[in-house]
């Protein structure tokens, strides 16, 4: 029973994060213990130390397996014993395997169109979205492995220069929408930024928000004769 919960503890941590850390795996045993106190083990920190080392272990394996089975985000890692290129900042597709039944030289046809197509004056937008996604695995394992220089990389892979691709690519290694998230970030944090500036940004940054402050006041009035109006 122990080892098929730990099997299917190390298959739904690595769905998360191929390497987690001492503190995420001692999270996990916790949480399995406090659920299920009847897999509490003896020894110290209320039975869940046991687990937190046999998940380690575990998680090892099951990495090894993977790398056996040639998956490129363990398989990186296969000689190194000391500078593990891991995911370090919530990246959930750190470096992904290829699309199913695609291998190395469709990929490369693939980005050889797509830069043919970005050296068109008017591209077809949809079509280098198209490209960049299928060809997201390729770029990935280029720029882990071999970490080019940006030179190379702008020359390669064009289309990951464009402020669009920008946040795309963001999307595609985080889940994350970079842009929105950035707005609702603004948005929450604008009230207290802009209260900083007013005592701490100095005569420019004042005067510049007092012509921000007449802006909004002369909208104001104005919405509110155009409602009057009505």
């Not at 930024?193 to 009035?221: A, M, N, P, S, Y």
Request: net charge positive; proline share 4%.
């Amino acid at each position: 029973m122990k080892m098929e919960i730990l099997d299917k503890l190390a298959e739904l941590m690595y769905s998360f994060k191929a390497y987690p850390t001492d503190k995420e795996f001692e999270g996990v045993a916790r949480e399995l213990v406090s659920k299920h106190p009847c897999l509490s083990e003896p020894g110290p920190e209320k039975g869940w130390q046991a687990w937190k080392m046999s998940l380690k272990h575990k998680m090892g394996n099951y990495r090894q397996k993977l790398r056996s089975a040639g998956c490129f985000e363990v398989t990186v890692n296969q000689k190194k014993k000391k500078g593990v290129k891991k995911p370090k900042h919530a990246e959930i597709n750190f470096l992904p395997d290829h699309p199913p039944g695609i291998n190395e030289e469709v990929l490369e046809c693939e980005r050889r169109a797509m830069v043919d197509e970005l050296k068109k004056k008017n591209f077809n937008m949809t079509l280098l979205n198209e490209k960049m996604d299928i060809t997201f695995s390729m770029r990935r394992q280029e720029i882990v492995q071999e970490q080019p220089l940006v030179s190379l990389v702008k020359e390669k892979w064009p289309g990951l220069f464009l402020q669009h691709q920008v946040y795309g690519e963001f999307k595609r290694i985080t889940g994350i929408d970079l842009y929105k998230t950035f707005l609702f970030a603004l948005e929450t944090y604008a009230n207290g930024l802009i209260r900083l500036f007013r005592t701490k940004g100095g005569d420019e940054i004042g005067t510049l928000l007092e012509r921000l402050d007449q802006q909004v006041i002369i909208k104001f009035w104005l919405v509110s004769a155009s409602h009057l109006k009505k």
